[in-house]
């Protein structure tokens, strides 16, 4: 199960960060992502982390502004965000995969419910 959180509203510019804590896996063993939805749009790939946590792969998008980190120990991933704009106003999902990350949604197999990000003034 996962379950993801720290949404909310940001105005431009500001940065958020959210977490995703997992349950029943032994989530050091799965690559972990973050993925993202806007109304109307498909479900896009963020960022992605390898188990150990020493590989990770962003879209270009957010390269430089958006940081994906994990905590094993806790069972966690995280996604700190920085210099949002409007248009990444999204739900955002976190999932896990039994093997290397990609950025296809189709290959995660477990997904939680998201978490609301809108960036607005």
């Known amino acids: 199960q996962l379950q993801a959180f720290g949404g909310g509203l940001v105005q431009p510019g500001g940065s958020l960060r959210l977490s995703c804590a997992a349950s029943g896996l032994n989530f050091r063993l799965f690559t972990a992502a973050w993925f993202r939805q806007a109304p109307g749009k498909d479900r896009e790939f963020v960022a992605g982390?390898?188990?150990?946590?020493?590989?990770?792969h962003y879209t270009d998008s957010v390269k430089g502004r958006f940081t994906i980190s994990r905590d094993n120990v806790r069972r966690r991933v995280f996604l700190q965000m920085d210099g949002l704009n409007p248009e990444e106003s999204a739900r955002y999902y976190c999932?896990?995969?039994?093997?290397?990350?990609?950025?296809?949604?189709?290959?995660?197999?477990?997904w939680g419910r998201g978490t609301q990000v809108t960036v607005s003034s």
């Open positions: 982390i390898a188990g150990t946590g020493g590989e990770s």
């Open positions: 999932s896990v995969r039994g093997g290397a990350i990609t950025t296809l949604q189709s290959d995660y197999a477990y």
